[in-house]
């Protein structure tokens, strides 16, 4: 069983940069594929930012050059650092781990992900 805890959601204003975190219970972070998905109000869940096994990392299209998932091994953490968030970016964001694949799904399809986190909610508003 994996235990996947979001943090650091909060509000913050168009243009300030967040990070949230991720924490594993498992000491083999690296061994599985970790995702950033959100929810907006009304809208459908939606991958944001995946890094495979090796580190390989993927973006959705709204977020690139924006937002940076990254893995801190040690720490069994992974972070999705928002920089330059506008209000669409407005969500609830869950972390997810796919512990079957070693490369992260094209079109971040959330059948793939076993264990999910309980969300923490991102506001940009000015």
């Known amino acids: 069983q994996l235990l996947l805890v979001e943090s650091g959601g909060g509000l913050v204003q168009p243009g300030e940069s967040l990070r949230l975190s991720c924490s594993t219970s498992?000491?083999?972070?690296?061994?599985?594929?970790t995702t950033w998905f959100r929810q907006a109000p009304g809208k459908e869940r939606e991958g944001v930012a995946c890094?495979?096994?090796?580190?390989?990392?993927t973006y959705e299209d709204s977020v690139t050059g924006r937002f940076t998932i990254s893995r801190d091994r040690a720490k069994n953490m992974v972070y999705l650092q928002m920089d330059s968030p506008k209000p669409e970016d407005t969500a609830v964001y869950y972390c997810?781990?796919?512990?079957?694949?070693?490369?992260?799904?094209?079109?971040?399809?959330?059948?793939?992900?076993?264990?999910w986190g309980q969300g923490t909610q991102v506001t940009v508003s000015s």
């Open positions: 890094i495979s096994r090796s580190g390989v990392t």
């Open positions: 997810a781990a796919d512990v079957n694949h070693s490369t992260c799904a094209t079109g971040f399809n959330s059948r793939n992900y076993d264990y």
């Open positions: 498992a000491s083999t972070v690296g061994n599985y594929v």
